[in-house]
């Protein structure tokens, strides 16, 4: 519990201080209604769901000054608006009432038969019982794919048990949107991330009006991270905007031509920005004009390719992976009703179980999207991209030192996990059961401790997941009700709504509402270090979110400077690979020698700097052996780094601060039949 604030006053006298103590004897406790319980709204809708805790939230920081609470980095509170309406049944808030906004969509009457998307996704024949509020007989519940789990509500019973950040990530998919049978709208995608951004700021309108006016209630969208401190250390639940779909900007591709341009990016960042946007994903589910897709296993993964191939005109295509990271197996399994969609004749093609890995990376239009998000201070979620999309990611962050890096839900190879907290990004495991999590996140919890970082969970509510199913009524360290919460300020007892009480042993985590009982399994399992991780994880998230705020980017001393190389090559008399070319800051225009071993690049810095970092940007003719060499003369050069095991791509050549005027980049052993060619080097003094 907060402490209150102490003030002074004048005057006290004996009398009013006796006064003052047999009141506090005699007299009655004040009461709700008196107005002190600042959580408490003043005009909650009748009927309505029940909250089931008592106790103020915390406010305020640590003793070391930081956030405390939970973060969930990966949620979806308006999907239901997505994919043509009708997939995801029922609403997150309705003016009309809880009655309306927890009911099914009219073509699961009387039984559930229609829900198609429930028997392909579950594998089941999608019979339920529909009715929603008040008896909630079949939904929501852990394994039903296709009904809110977010209901307002629900949200606010997981803040008042100690979640302190959601990230809503406005999704869609207009592929699944135009094959799936019901809808009720366009199925373009920005239409409905619009929508849901709109719907976004009207739930915290509606939640501030039940406490009185604008800006009162617990659910602020924010737009900055010293915003979403304040929010935090009010008490109450910051919220950021995300995106995840899977043609931003209207950037798909089809038969490999791109369908979007650089100006098409940059009218849709700004565009998201305005909408209060602070991250987002470049690729979902399907490969696009800006980056591969980590693909999807099984029966999904197959139904997932066949939507590929009708939203691209390609089916996926694999190779052998070149480093530890891998995408997840396709496998060969089948999906019947997904591969009906297909046209005659074409089939869904088998792979090598030995080749893993997407053959497409991060292209350059991606490319020019990632610089163009780090121009506005966004956030990047890698999650979904491809290792080879990831990888160059990874590189320009790294070459830049910009951390606004984010791993939301268990998407992304794990051998990234240094990499990523090493920039200064943030990691949030998808919400699995009690013992998976806990062994997963003892899996990196050196590399937390190495980095000093909290931990996240990515709920992927309304998400097409699956949730945590019920441990039993008879497991072992089950959760008891009632139970405290993490700061020990509240007291957590079985949700209600309606006629139904969901129990996390014996129901799951069937909605939102069960995040903190779910927090609190984990701890009786055995991991309360877990949960220490896990309520530093807003102090965490923020952090790298401020940290990429404040990002500059470091100077490029190389930017236009004179160069000389040891060759160039020329075979064609309209393309210049001159030497210059390599530090014209721009990457579409490269330096290129002759195709032998032993070549050099020559920059002159026209005066002596402190050089403490080379990135070199390679063409497909890379070097496979290599020395970044430093002179301040000219003349006698000392090695400042080197590799024998160079792979192309992008390399951040950093080394201990020296005093130089020339870099020389000297290729000792190609790495192709080609020479070597340098798309851009720039030199930094960091």
């Known amino acids: 519990m ?187 995608e920005m239409t409905s991330i619009r929508l849901q951004a709109k719907l976004s700021y009207d739930l915290q309108a509606y939640i501030d009006k039940m406490y009185g006016g604008t800006g009162k209630g617990w659910f602020r969208i924010v737009t900055d991270s010293a915003q979403a401190r304040q929010v935090i250390e009010q008490g109450k639940l910051a919220v950021i905007l995300g995106v995840e779909t899977s043609e931003p900007f209207g950037c798909k591709m089809i038969l490999d031509i791109a369908q979007c341009s ?133 590189d320009i962050f790294e070459a830049e030192s910009y951390p606004g890096v984010i791993s939301s839900h268990s ?49 992927d509510m309304n998400g097409v997941g699956g949730w945590p199913a019920p441990r039993g009524a008879d497991a072992p360290n089950k959760v008891t009700y009632p139970f405290k919460s993490v700061d020990g300020g509240s007291v957590i007892d079985r949700q209600t709504t309606g006629q139904r009480t969901w129990d996390l042993n014996t129901d799951g985590a069937a909605h939102y509402g069960l995040v903190p009982d779910w927090i609190e399994d984990i701890r009786k399992v055995g991991g309360q270090h877990v949960v220490d991780d896990l309520f530093r994880g807003a102090e965490s998230y923020l952090d790298t979110w401020g940290a990429s705020e404040r990002h500059k980017a470091s100077v490029n001393l190389a930017d236009k400077a004179p160069a000389t190389a040891s060759s160039t090559e020329w075979w064609n008399p309209f393309v210049s690979y001159a030497p210059g070319r390599a530090v014209d800051g721009d990457r579409g225009t490269r330096w290129a020698s002759e195709w032998s071993n032993d070549q050099w690049l020559r920059i002159d810095l026209g005066a002596t700097h402190r050089v403490g970092r080379v990135t070199l940007d390679w063409e497909r003719a890379y070097a496979k052996s290599y020395r970044v060499e430093l002179s301040t003369d000219g003349t006698n050069w000392r090695t400042a780094w080197s590799t024998t095991a160079g792979d192309g791509g992008l390399d951040n050549a950093t080394f201990a601060g020296t005093p130089a005027r020339y870099v020389r980049v000297l290729g000792l052993e190609r790495g192709t039949q080609w020479g070597y060619s340098l798309h851009e080097v720039s030199v930094h003094s960091d």
């Open 262 to 394: 650089k100006a098409d990016i940059d009218k849709g960042l700004d565009e998201l920005y305005d909408l209060g946007v602070r991250s987002m994903f470049l690729c979902h589910k399907f490969d696009n004009a800006l980056c591969g897709v980590r693909f999807d296993s099984g029966t999904l993964g197959t139904a997932i390719n066949v939507g590929q191939f009708l939203s691209t005109g390609t089916f996926w295509q694999t190779e052998e992976c070149k480093g530890p990271q891998h995408d997840n197996p396709i496998g060969n399994a089948t999906a019947a009703k997904a591969e009906d969609e297909l046209p005659a004749g074409v089939d869904v093609p088998t792979y090598a179980s030995g080749a893993q890995c997407n053959v497409r990376g991060l292209t350059d239009l991606g490319e020019y999207a990632v610089r163009g998000m780090m121009k506005r201070k966004m956030m990047l979620e890698i999650d979904h991209m491809s290792v080879k999309s990831v990888g160059r990611v990874l």
């Open 411 to 459: 998407w992304m190879d794990m051998d990234w996990t240094d990499r990523v907290y090493g920039l200064g990004g943030f990691i949030g495991q998808y919400m699995h059961g009690s013992e998976g999590f806990i062994a997963e996140a003892d899996r990196t919890e050196a590399l937390r401790d190495k980095h000093g970082v909290g931990y996240g969970f990515g709920t």
């Open 2 to 188: 907060a402490r209150l604030p102490y003030h002074r006053r004048k005057d006290v006298t004996v009398a009013s201080l006796l006064l003052l103590v047999l009141a506090l004897l005699l007299g009655p406790a004040p009461s709700s209604a008196a107005g002190t319980d600042w959580w408490q709204p003043t005009a909650r809708p009748a009927p309505d769901s029940d909250i089931n805790v008592t106790g103020e939230p915390f406010k305020g920081t640590n003793a070391q000054g930081e956030v405390r609470g939970f973060v969930d980095t990966h949620n979806h509170l308006f999907s239901n608006e997505a994919f043509g309406g009708r997939l995801i049944c029922g609403k997150t808030f309705s003016e009309a009432g809880v009655a309306d906004a927890l009911k099914d969509c009219p073509e699961h009457y009387p039984d559930g038969s229609l829900a198609i998307f429930d028997f392909i996704t579950n594998g089941g024949d999608g019979k339920h019982d529909p009715v929603g509020w008040p008896t909630f007989k079949d939904w929501p519940a852990h394994d039903s794919l296709t009904h809110q789990q977010n209901y307002y509500a629900w949200v606010e019973r997981a803040w008042r048990g100690g979640q302190r950040v959601l990230v809503n990530d406005l999704v869609t998919n207009g592929v699944i949107c135009s094959v799936y049978f019901f809808k009720d709208r366009s199925c373009d």
